[in-house]
C-alpha cells in the first residue's frame, strides 16, 4: 500500500455480468490488497449461477459489504426507486470514492454522491462510461434524450474515466468535451493470465464466448460459420459459451442453417477454461469499449478474430490481420482464410508481452487510485 491513507470505496453498476462485472472485480482485489475498504452495489436480478459463484466469492473481501437491488436495463418509474434505495444504501457505506460504472450505475453514483455533499459528506464522484449509453445514435430519439441526461450528470461528476481512445473520442462526439476531468486508462490483466493456454485435443475450430446477445454478434458467428463451410474444405467446427435471452433463437438459428450439428452450446465458465476448447477465438461484437475476452485471449497466448468496432483495434492494432468487419460475409472470408493457414494468422498478433507492457492490473489500479486521490484533494 502507498503512504496515502486508506479510502472507503464503493462500485456501483447495473448488470454483474460481461465486462464491466469483470472491470470491478480486478479493482476489488487491486484496491482491498492496496489497503482500501471497498464496497459493491449491483442489479439484484441479473445473472446466473455462474455470475452467483463469482458474487460469492467477493463477499469476504467487501468491507462495505455486497448489496443488490432492482435495476432495470431500460429507463423507466422503476429508476426512482432504485436511486431512492441505493442513495441509503450508499450512505451507511460511507464512501469517500462513489464510482459508477455503466449507464445506470454512472447516473445513481453521482446522484447520490451529489447528495452526500450537500449534506457535508466529502465525496467523489466517478464515472466510468464502459460504452454503456455512449451506442445509441445520436439521431434517435433515445439517444438525444440519453446524450442529454450524460452532459447534465457532468455537473455532479469529478471524474470520467474511459477505458479507450474510441470511447473518449465517441463521448466528445456525441456528448460534448467533458466540462469536468478526465481520464484514459486501460483495462488490466493479472499476472496468471499471461500463462500460455494450449486447446485440447480434438478441440474445435472456433469458439465464441460471451453474452447471448445481438450487441455482441452470436448471430453473426452462426451465419459466418456456415459461410465459411461453404467456402471449401472439411466442415468447420465451434463452441459457443455464454447465456443470454437469445439462446433458444441462436440454436434455431444454427438448427435452420443445417449447422446444429458443428457448434456445441455451454453455459458460462471462465475465459481460461473456455480458450481450451477451440483454436480460434472469435470476438464478432458489433459494438464494444475495450473488451476484457480480446485481452485474455491474446494473453494466453490464442489466436483472435475480431471485430473492427470500439477500442479493439488500440489492443490489436489498427492495420491488424484480425480485424473484420462485423458482418456475417466479411468473418466467413476471415475465418475460411485462418483454417487454410493457422501459423500465418497467429504470428500477425501481438504477443503476450506486448499486451503485458500496456495492459496490466497494476497499473490500471494504480492510475486509479491516483485519480482518487487528485479529486478528493481538489
Do not use: W
Not at 212 to 230: C, E, H, M, Q, S
Amino acid at each position: 500500500m502507498s503512504d496515502r491513507r486508506s479510502l472507503r470505496i464503493v462500485h456501483c453498476f447495473r448488470a454483474p455480468v460481461g465486462g464491466i462485472f469483470r472491470h470491478v472485480r480486478d479493482l476489488v482485489d487491486a484496491q482491498v490488497k492496496a489497503g482500501h475498504q471497498v464496497g459493491v452495489v449491483c442489479d439484484a436480478s441479473t445473472g446466473g449461477d455462474f455470475e452467483e459463484t463469482l458474487l460469492a466469492s467477493m463477499r469476504d473481501k467487501l468491507a462495505l459489504g455486497l448489496k443488490r437491488i432492482a435495476m432495470q436495463r431500460q429507463i423507466g418509474p422503476g429508476d426512482l426507486i432504485a436511486a431512492v434505495r441505493t442513495r441509503s444504501t450508499f450512505k451507511a457505506m460511507q464512501p469517500d470514492i462513489l464510482h459508477g460504472h455503466g449507464a445506470k450505475g454512472g447516473i445513481y453514483a453521482r446522484l447520490s454522491g451529489s447528495l452526500l455533499r450537500l449534506s457535508g459528506k466529502r465525496v467523489a464522484r466517478f464515472y466510468s462510461p464502459h460504452g454503456g449509453s455512449l451506442h445509441y445514435a445520436p439521431s434517435a430519439m433515445a439517444g438525444r434524450v440519453i446524450f442529454r441526461i450524460e452532459r447534465f450528470m457532468e455537473g455532479m461528476t469529478d471524474r470520467i474515466i474511459f477505458v479507450s481512445a474510441f470511447e473518449r473520442d465517441t463521448y466528445i462526439s456525441k456528448v460534448g468535451a467533458p466540462r469536468c476531468t478526465s481520464a484514459l486508462i486501460y483495462n488490466g490483466l493479472a499476472d496468471g493470465e499471461f500463462e500460455p493456454v494450449q486447446p485440447d485435443t480434438n478441440t474445435a475450430d472456433f469458439l465464441f464466448i460471451g453474452e447471448l446477445r445481438t450487441l455482441k454478434g452470436p448471430d453473426l458467428f452462426i451465419d459466418a460459420l456456415a459461410g465459411a463451410g461453404r467456402m471449401g474444405g472439411p466442415p468447420p467446427t465451434a463452441v459457443m459459451v455464454g447465456d443470454g435471452g437469445e439462446r433458444d433463437q441462436l440454436v434455431r438459428q444454427a438448427e435452420a442453417a443445417g449447422i446444429g450439428a458443428q457448434i456445441r452450446f455451454l453455459p458460462p465458465m471462465q475465459a481460461r477454461a473456455a480458450f481450451r476448447l477451440a483454436r480460434t477465438v472469435v470476438i464478432p461484437s458489433r459494438a464494444e469499449a475495450l473488451p476484457y475476452i480480446v485481452l485474455e485471449a491474446l494473453a494466453a497466448g490464442r489466436p483472435v478474430i475480431v471485430s473492427r468496432v470500439g477500442g479493439i483495434p488500440e489492443i490489436v492494432g489498427d492495420h491488424s490481420a484480425a480485424l473484420v468487419q462485423p458482418d456475417a460475409q466479411a468473418l466467413a472470408r476471415k475465418m475460411a482464410a485462418v483454417l487454410g493457414d493457422p501459423a500465418a494468422h497467429a504470428a500477425a498478433l501481438p504477443n503476450p508481452g506486448q499486451i503485458r507492457q500496456r495492459f496490466s492490473i497494476g497499473g490500471m489500479a494504480t492510475r486509479l487510485e491516483n485519480e482518487y486521490f487528485a479529486a478528493l484533494n481538489e
